[in-house]
């Protein structure tokens, strides 16, 4: 059974940058794909980015141009790359499966972005 732990996570500045890391234990999560999802506070979860197991990657919104999603299957590790950080990022940060049923969901990273 996988089990999720997302790290990286913390207090930045507008036009900050943080990387976030998502590491897979229990088995592995190698031939899935995966993705990055955040809860803003009041708001439902919603896709970020995601990572295809050969490698191909897809962004939503305000994530394009800005944020990298990244994987490394010996590590079963999955990266997202954040730059130019906007108060609207702050969230919490989770990562799981995509496209399939879902992992269980670990605790998150909390990034809160300050103006």
Do not use: H
């Not at 955040?38 to 979860?45: D, E, H, I, N």
């Not at 702050?90 to 605790?107: E, H, L, M, P, S």
């Amino acid at each position: 059974q996988v089990r999720l732990v997302e790290s990286g996570g913390g207090l930045v500045q507008a036009g900050g940058s943080l990387r976030l890391s998502c590491a897979a234990t229990g088995s592995s999560f190698s031939g899935n794909a995966m993705g990055w999802y955040r809860q803003a506070p009041g708001k439902q979860r919603e896709l970020v980015a995601t990572i295809s197991n050969g490698g191909g990657t897809n962004y939503e919104g305000s994530a394009k141009g800005r944020f990298t999603i990244s994987r490394d299957n010996a590590k079963n590790t999955v990266y997202l790359q954040m730059n130019s950080l906007k108060p609207e990022d702050t969230a919490v940060y989770y990562c799981n499966r995509f496209g399939g049923v879902w992992f269980g969901w670990g605790q998150g990273t909390q990034v809160t972005v300050s103006s």
